[in-house]
């Protein structure tokens, strides 16, 4: 009888030993010198999940994961994919991590104002990407930063692109004011890419709008360089010099200094702000702008005070 009861109290004082032991392995937290980004791939198998841990220093060893994740049930759970760890973590909280499937986000940026070209350019660029993609349409994209996840394909990047775009568009339409010069969306949705291209001052965008707006009402020439840059270029390539008077006489329906109205469609993808500026224009009594020298521009409602600020701007520039 003693000896059974010294039998039970050496397993119950081993089990409570290797209790405390076990608890301390998993719970404690395993230090992590920097934050480093970790893959699962498709496929890979619990022992060579628990190796690739164990070889990036985030578990003492890897049968101890192994252990854990088969008594938890959690290996089926784990998704394939990348994982940041960005501060100490405990064994335990790595496997809830995985099995989680928190699985970590990169970003892609793409700026107000770019053509499809350079959003292409910035999609290829972007080698965590995969496939290749249909081109998307000029002015169809919405510029913003949008997460993936490593190995997603850019065709899908596209279509978040061109959804977002189609949402923001359908909003401004909708929301727009009363007795613009615009036939359909599609119309604002030029303009939008003309203020884009004249303005990056976000406060002069409603007046930029304002005096293309004042000038379809007029039924005036727009005169805006940017759709001659488009002209020359269609998007495809960098003008890489200035404008010169016989850029200005090009027989192209771009050239809105030879050519009435607005171009056949967008000369670049506008952002958000440019859109509801087109759709917002401020009421203003104004035809004109210059450069300003400071970032801006000077705007008048005559051609007499529109050279003169002209004069103003060729002097900053000597």
Known sequence: MRKLLLLWLIIGVTTAFLYAL?????????????????QIKRGDSLAQIAKMLQENNLIEKDTYFILYAKIKKLYPR????????EDDISLA???DLLADGKIYLRKITFAEGLTAREIA??????????????????????????????????QKIVEHGQAAMKNVLQQAWDERDADLP???????????????????????RPQVASVFVNRLKKGMLL??????IYALTKGQTDLNRSLTYRDLAVDNPYNTYKYAGLPPSPICNPGKASIFAAAHPDK??????VASGNGGH??????????????????LKK
Do not use: C
């Not at 359909?184 to 303005?199: D, F, P, Q, R």
């Not at 000077?298 to 701007?313: D, G």
């Open 22 to 38: 076990g608890n301390d392995i998993i719970h404690t937290p395993h230090k992590v010198s920097e934050s480093l980004i970790i």
């Open 78 to 85: 784990i998704k394939a994919g990348e994982y940041l760890v």
């Open 93 to 95: 909280n790595l496997a």
């Open 121 to 154: 350019e910035i999609l290829y660029a972007e080698d965590m990407l995969d496939g290749d993609f249909e081109m998307p349409k000029e002015g169809n994209f919405l510029p913003e930063t949008y997460t993936f996840s490593r190995g997603e394909t850019r």
């Open 182 to 204: 615009f036939k359909n969306k599609e119309e604002l949705l030029v303009l939008a890419s003309i203020i884009e291209k004249e303005t990056g001052v976000a406060s002069e």
């Open 223 to 228: 005169q805006t360089d940017p759709t001659v």
């Open 284 to 289: 203003t009594p104004y035809l004109y702008f």
């Open 298 to 315: 000077n705007f008048a409602k005559s051609l007499q005070e529109h050279n003169i600020n002209v004069k103003k701007w060729r002097a």
